[in-house]
């Protein structure tokens, strides 16, 4: 039996104020499980579907239904071209995603990792919500136990992406371009972090110095 086949679906919030409220808490949450998770991870720490599902658990809480669980049918993404594989694919593609983290963890940069699981995430949309969310917070996850610590800065590289989405949206958009002709190349996220991981150091300069970080 397909273990996806009966996920819960559905809202669970009362009205539009009760889901801000719910939405606010659980970015809370969930960012303080990223950095505990992150700033415990050691040499047997593995990204896992499991991580993926409490990261979209954590999300969407008490918001929609299907926190914990892969889609078990179709999902449409609204403004772009890129239609999200069957829902019968996703538990193999999560794992190949996984996969390819794991296997590549100590030979690629840790932007690179962090791209991949932005594009990836998205890309195979496996949740019915919260995509975005757990695909901004795995990269970040990553991003910084491939480091070995947590990155400092008040505005985080999620927070920042949640300011101004349409550099984020370029990026998947390039990256999908590029994987329709069998190419993996996420490096356009990769750009996009790396100017996000410099504009996130840069406010501690400010908050130490009180003044604006000279431009390089």
């Known amino acids: 039996m397909n273990p996806t086949q009966f996920v819960p679906k559905g809202l669970a919030y009362r009205d539009l104020e009760d889901k801000v409220r719910l939405e606010s808490r659980n970015v809370i949450i969930q960012t303080e499980f990223v950095l505990h998770t992150a700033s415990n991870w050691?040499?047997?720490?593995?990204?896992?579907?499991?991580?993926?599902?409490?990261?979209?658990?954590l999300a969407v809480n008490q918001i929609y239904r299907c926190a914990g669980f892969f889609r078990d049918g179709g999902a449409m993404l609204k403004g772009g071209t890129h239609r999200p594989p069957p829902h019968e694919?996703?538990?193999?593609?999560?794992?190949?995603?996984?996969d390819y983290i794991n296997d590549n963890w100590q030979i690629a940069?840790?932007?690179?990792?962090?791209?991949?699981?932005?594009?990836?995430?998205?890309?195979i949309h496996p949740f019915f919500g919260g995509n975005g969310r757990t695909s901004r917070a795995i990269s970040y996850l990553a991003l910084c136990a491939k480091l070995g610590f947590v990155l400092p800065g008040t505005k985080t590289i999620p927070e920042l992406i949640a300011e101004d989405r349409d550099p984020y949206y370029n990026a998947l958009r390039l990256a999908d371009a590029k994987w329709e002709k069998q190419q993996l190349d996420v490096s356009a996220m990769e750009d996009l972090i790396?100017?996000?991981?410099?504009?996130?150091?840069?406010?501690?300069?400010?908050?130490a110095t009180g003044r604006k970080a000279p431009k390089a």
């Open 42 to 57: 050691n040499p047997n720490s593995r990204v896992t579907p499991d991580l993926l599902k409490e990261l979209q658990r």
């Open 109 to 123: 940069t840790a932007a690179h990792l962090s791209a991949y699981l932005m594009w990836r995430m998205n890309w």
């Open 89 to 98: 694919q996703v538990p193999g593609l999560v794992a190949q995603m996984c």
């Open 194 to 207: 790396s100017r996000l991981l410099a504009a996130q150091l840069v406010q501690i300069h400010e908050q």
